[in-house]
């Protein structure tokens, strides 16, 4: 196992938790705003791409964004069209999806001990 595959899942709990954590405590604009950008732009994608092993960093990396940006805009749509609207509950549930495919990716069958 590269450095690279311990790497990633700290980091996208690291960010997820921090973006909730300034998000529920209402902590100043500037830092929540580039802690919630980054996590929401990258860290979902990246737990779900990282399932697939595509072995190759920019393209794992690039399909992460992609499938990022998707993944907040139905996180986004899905209260807004259920009438209960509320940016806290679709960033607290994408930090939960975020987190269960992070949980999945540590339990793969062939993951080899760190």
Do not use: H
């Not at 994608?45 to 990396?61: C, D, I, K, N, S």
């Amino acid at each position: 196992m590269n450095r690279r595959d311990r790497v990633w899942p700290y980091l996208i709990t690291c960010l997820a938790a921090a973006s909730v954590g300034f998000v529920l405590l209402d902590l100043p604009n500037p830092p929540r705003a580039a802690i919630v950008l980054a996590f929401a732009v990258v860290c979902p994608g990246m737990a779900f791409v990282r399932l697939l092993q595509l072995g190759e960093p920019w393209r794992e990396f690039v399909l992460a964004i992609v499938v990022s940006l998707a993944l907040a805009a139905v996180m986004a749509t899905i209260p807004l069209y259920a009438g209960m609207w509320d940016p806290k509950l679709s960033l607290l549930a994408l930090a939960a999806i975020t987190l269960l495919a992070i949980l999945a990716d540590f339990l793969r069958p062939d993951r080899q001990p760190t």
